[in-house]
């Protein structure tokens, strides 16, 4: 049996690329991947197109619920934006070049900044739900690396630096306006782990003493990638339950939604307000 061609990860990232250009063809200045229980940020751009991810050639498809599956192309703060409505994760089954494909189709759109939320548990005994962090650095605990196998060399070095992950610049930025708008952010280290259980009271112990203040299980995969393409990265968690001693029960996925809408609204004027600046 004649067996077909198989189809290299560069060329699947072309087809959808070519596929989303013949949808809607203008650049892209900015990407943002909105987390679980976040999509509301989405009533704030004005959209110009919308494309299901299973249009897409190649595109893996969210099966998470709160997770919409669609891309949004508009504008928001002046600035022309594509928005992931829904975004992938290691648990799904998929692997981290699958997870991470979306972030290679931005950047081929021409997107020069990624913004990145997520929902994570609080480590740090100083957060509260409904509180938000920006994330100044992380913990890779996935089993897995993007960046795995032969070199994309088309779109960055072999070994890329991984010293400031998050542009600090915009860290500040986003401290100065959350402090203008009197809201209640900390900043601290992300730690992501391939999930989809939640941890046990030992697992949230050690992590808090290797330095994370939060945990989750997105973000990294893609910021490895944004990185890579030397994309500068700003993220936010939304602390949707906590982890730290005394404070840890059972977490329910209507809870961690019921949290997310808390904090949505401060991760909207920051992430606004960001772009606005750029």
Do not use: W
Not at 53 to 71: A, M, Q, R
Not at 242 to 258: F, W
Request: charged share 20%; with cysteine; proline share 6%.
């Amino acid at each position: 049996m004649r067996q077909e061609p198989t189809i290299s990860y560069l060329e699947q990232i072309g087809h959808a690329v070519e596929y989303i250009i013949s949808e809607f063809d203008q650049p892209s200045e900015v990407g943002i991947i909105l987390g679980t229980g976040l999509g509301q940020l989405i009533s704030q751009i004005e959209i110009l197109h919308e494309i299901p991810y299973d249009k897409i050639p190649f595109f893996p498809v969210s099966t998470v619920e709160s997770h919409k599956g669609k891309l949004i192309f508009g504008k928001l703060s002046g600035k022309s934006v594509i928005a992931m409505q829904g975004r992938f994760h290691y648990y799904e089954g998929y692997s981290m070049k699958e997870v991470t494909f979306p972030v290679r189709v931005m950047k081929k759109l021409g997107i020069g900044h990624l913004f990145v939320s997520n929902a994570a548990g609080g480590l740090n005994p100083d957060y509260k739900i409904g509180e938000l962090m920006v994330i100044n650095d992380h913990i890779d605990l996935f089993p897995e690396n993007p960046l795995r196998g032969k070199n994309l060399d088309g779109f960055g070095v072999r070994f890329p630096d991984m010293s400031e992950p998050y542009d600090l610049s915009l860290v500040k930025k986003a401290m100065d306006i959350a402090e203008d708008n009197g809201l209640k952010v900390h900043q601290g280290v992300y730690a992501a782990v391939q999930g989809p259980n939640l941890e046990t009271k030992a697992e949230y112990k050690y992590l808090r003493t290797i330095g994370a203040d939060a945990i989750g299980m997105s973000t990294i995969p893609e910021v490895i990638v944004a990185r890579h393409m030397d994309l500068p990265v700003f993220a936010i968690s939304a602390i949707t339950d906590l982890c730290s001693p005394g404070n840890i029960k059972k977490v329910k996925i209507e809870e961690v939604l019921a949290a997310a809408a808390i904090a949505e609204p401060g991760m909207g004027t920051i992430i606004k307000s960001l772009i606005a600046t750029l």
